[in-house]
């Protein structure tokens, strides 16, 4: 087995296990999908989020397999640090996409619990980043970690794309 199929593999796993339990089984559980009818902008735009951010979380998985030669999940990381698609406008699209998602369905529902849910999940997401993701980052890739932080912003997009100096 390649080591990009056992990426894909890996990486499929985790997207059921993570995201899948995060926005799926947890919201489900939150609320059981019923909607309360409530002020339809609000709605609209929480399925826009949503349309949005699912193929995002999605292309960003895609990125750490096809890029990185890995997975998301922390006990099979990625071989390459992953700069390029989404990652050349912002250090974290995958947890951007995750959070759009969960205030979508927030909005689409019209469940204020699930605000709540998208808050807490928002909180342990940057605390992870923080506390276990950026220093086990600089740890592995270095210097060219250093120079990515230093090129790219960790939570609002850059409207423009910009290679992470260090970047192939």
Known sequence: MTSRL??????????????GIVAGVFPWW?????????????????????????????????SFVMEGVGTPAPVAP??????????????NPMYLALEATLIGQAL???????LLWAAAVGLAVWSFVRWYEEPTLRRQFGAAYEDYCRTIPAWLPRLRRRAARGAR
Request: net charge positive; proline share 4%; glycine share 8%.
């Open 6 to 19: 056992r990426a894909a593999l890996g990486s499929a796993a985790f997207f059921a296990l993570a995201p």
């Open 30 to 62: 939150l609320t059981d999908w019923h909607v309360q009818h409530w002020w339809a902008p609000a709605r609209v735009a929480g399925a826009l989020l949503i349309v949005a951010g699912v193929p995002l979380l999605v292309r960003s998985f895609v």
């Open 78 to 91: 990625t071989e390459q640090l992953v700069v390029g698609g989404l990652y050349r406008y912002v250090r």
């Open 108 to 114: 689409l529902l019209g469940r204020a619990v699930l």
